[in-house]
């Protein structure tokens, strides 16, 4: 049985996260003495409940229906006051923004551009929809984003964000903590929350924290794309729009405004945001913390919790007791005896239970299980995939049919040319939509395909094991002296003379490196096309990549690229991300390794 703390309505049942505010918290709810569901629950540091947390908690309840039930704030509020006070919401797999920048850049595993647009997308959406309603942030960092292991981000802080700000006077280390994304201007709420963002997004493309009271403009002039592992500067586009979040020069006078112009930088250059790229870079990120969250969520789903019951004050001790953070008073002495007793008992079952895990249940091969797993996943990855193309396609016939309209309309010759270009621009890119969608189609049906044969695989060795008949007994050692008696010998048991060959053969070297096994063919840049940069012309990008034990890409080195900055190494580096790969082999067994050099060819355009 797990160990629980009790926190109000809910058992804290693990750490996955901390901040300047505080922890969040893999939580169970019970009925009864039978789990219910899982939750996030936030607690509060000793900082906080000094600065008045504890006091003023209930006011973050009036901001809940603000928030108006949106998926991008986390669902199903609850805020608990007392001598505790906690907020907590529906559970979603995944790991905060700050958690996930600090892994990448420790283990060195490269951040693209369309993954920082794809968070940026989500907590802008957020704060748009906050600013809609009348509210603002005010404490925005990577602290207040959550992304779920399916790629999806939440700003979860929401309901408390501004409350938090209002103690910051009296929460100095909170407040030195957030300082980098605290510099916007402080009477202008709007523009506070769009510089927090942009701060946000630069240290998702550099890994850097952006610096106190810094010249910003030589800053971003200066900033690569650390964190993709380049040493590229940032797209001018982006530059540009980091430039209006940062610097105060021509801010976005409206949360409209705003939002168009992230729109155009989402959509109109060479990016392709998505979730599916995202859930694929999380799951690579955090394989590890993913697969240990489900098996200890299981366990809690199957967990008996009669000790947390009222019913069960008396029962608890020792490894089952709970520990009350809200003040409930320790059970007493003369029950250990009686406890012991019962947890004596259970000891039993549990043995009991465990005997028949281990020995009287049919195995299955946990290789096989952890592959339909992982097959089930990368299938509902791909369907998320196709969904976000599917509305991208509908996006840009959209986008068609309204500049064809214009085309129809306009007299001017000059605005005829320029729609004309943009219609040729939407054409192009709704081609490559439509030609992703057949892609992902097909892999829609590779990986159904692999699922069900790896599942009736499965079914089938179930069905041999439960067959099975008992294993028989090892012969037992004959006599000396019956050794000597002529029996006949087992065909096919070798004789030492037929066994000395097959021991003496020389060991077979069966290392082998990471290979490609399907590989995407890269898009031509948008931008070389757009900047009319030697199309007439064949280019080449040179890269390996880094593959894990699953033959997932982990890291893009560029050998030899294309100077410049017109996306040839960046749309290389996204095709080798998307393509599929086999692990290295090192004694027979699946490693990390790098793959021979890989080479991208961008045919001329003519």
Do not use: C
Not at 74 to 86: C, D, F, I, N, Q
Not at 180 to 196: I, R, S
Not at 271 to 292: G, K
Not at 306 to 334: C, K, W
Request: charged letters at 25%.
């Amino acid at each position: 049985m797990g160990t629980y703390t009790r926190l109000g309505s809910y058992l804290l049942a693990s750490d996955l996260a901390s901040d300047p505010f505080g922890a969040i918290h893999r939580a169970v709810v019970i009925t009864g003495s039978n789990f219910d569901r899982h939750a996030l629950v936030r607690t509060f540091s000793e900082e906080m409940f000094q600065a008045g947390m504890n006091t003023r908690l209930s006011e973050a309840g009036r901001v809940v229906p603000l928030l108006g039930g949106a998926r991008i704030y986390g669902l199903g509020y609850r805020v608990e006051s007392g001598k505790a006070p906690h907020v907590a919401w529906d559970y979603v797999p995944g790991r905060s923004l700050a958690q996930l920048i600090e892994k990448a850049r420790q283990e060195q595993i490269p951040f693209g551009v369309d993954h920082a647009l794809t968070v940026i997308q989500g907590v802008a959406q957020g704060i748009v929809q906050m600013q809609a309603k009348g509210a603002s942030h005010g404490v925005l960092s990577p602290h207040s984003v959550w992304v779920s292991f399916e790629g999806a981000t939440q700003i979860v802080d929401a309901p408390y964000a501004a409350l938090a700000k209002s103690m910051l006077a009296k929460a100095p280390t909170a407040k030195r903590k957030l300082a980098p994304y605290l510099q916007g201007p402080e009477n202008d709420a709007l523009q506070q929350d769009l510089f927090a963002l942009g701060a946000v997004l630069y240290e998702l493309l550099t890994f850097e924290q952006l610096p106190l009271g810094g010249d910003f403009q030589t800053l971003l002039d200066k900033a690569t794309l650390k964190a993709a592992q380049e040493e590229a500067p940032l797209p001018a586009e982006i530059r540009a729009f980091l430039g209006r979040l940062l610097l105060g020069r021509q801010p976005f006078a409206t949360v409209e405004a705003f939002n168009a112009e992230l729109e155009r930088v989402l959509y109109d250059g060479e990016y392709s945001p998505t979730t599916f790229n995202m859930a694929f870079f999380m799951h690579t990120l955090f394989r590890e913390e993913n697969d240990r969250d489900a098996l200890a969520m299981k366990a809690e789903q199957g967990d008996n919790y009669l000790a947390y019951t009222a019913a069960g004050e008396t029962l608890r001790s020792g490894a089952t007791r709970v520990e009350h953070i809200d003040g409930h008073a320790a059970e007493e002495a003369n029950q250990k005896n009686k406890t012991l007793l019962i947890g004596g008992g259970l000891a039993a079952v549990v043995i009991l239970g465990l005997g028949y895990i281990l020995f009287g249940r049919p195995k299955v091969d946990p290789a096989m299980q952890k592959q339909l797993a992982e097959l089930q996943l990368l299938k509902v990855q791909i369907e998320q995939q196709k969904s976000d193309l599917d509305a991208k396609a509908k996006a840009e016939t959209e986008k068609t049919a309204q500049l064809q309209k214009q085309l129809s309309e306009t007299k001017s010759v000059e605005e005829k040319a320029r729609i004309q270009k943009q219609l040729d621009e939407a054409q192009a890119r709704k081609l490559e939509v439509e030609r992703q969608q057949r892609l992902a189609e097909q892999k829609l049906a590779e990986q159904k395909a692999a699922e069900q044969k790896l599942a009736e695989q499965k079914k089938a060795a179930e069905t041999k094991v439960a067959a099975a008949p008992p294993a028989p007994e090892p012969p037992k050692p004959q006599p000396m002296q019956e050794a000597q008696r002529p029996a006949a010998v087992p065909t096919q048991v070798p004789t030492p003379q037929t066994a000395a060959p097959q021991t003496m053969a020389p060991a077979v070297n069966n290392d082998q490196p990471a290979r490609v096994t399907s590989q995407i063919a890269p898009a031509f840049p948008l931008r070389a096309v757009q900047m009319r940069w030697e199309t007439n012309l064949d280019h080449f990008v040179r890269l390996k990549v880094f593959v894990s034990e699953q033959g997932h890409p982990l890291k893009v080195s560029v050998i030899e690229g294309v100077s410049g900055s017109y996306g040839f190494d960046e749309a290389a580096i996204e095709a080798a991300n998307k393509s599929s790969f086999s692990p290295a082999v090192r004694d027979g067994k699946p490693v990390r390794g790098w793959t021979p050099e890989i080479v991208y060819k961008f045919p001329k355009r003519r």
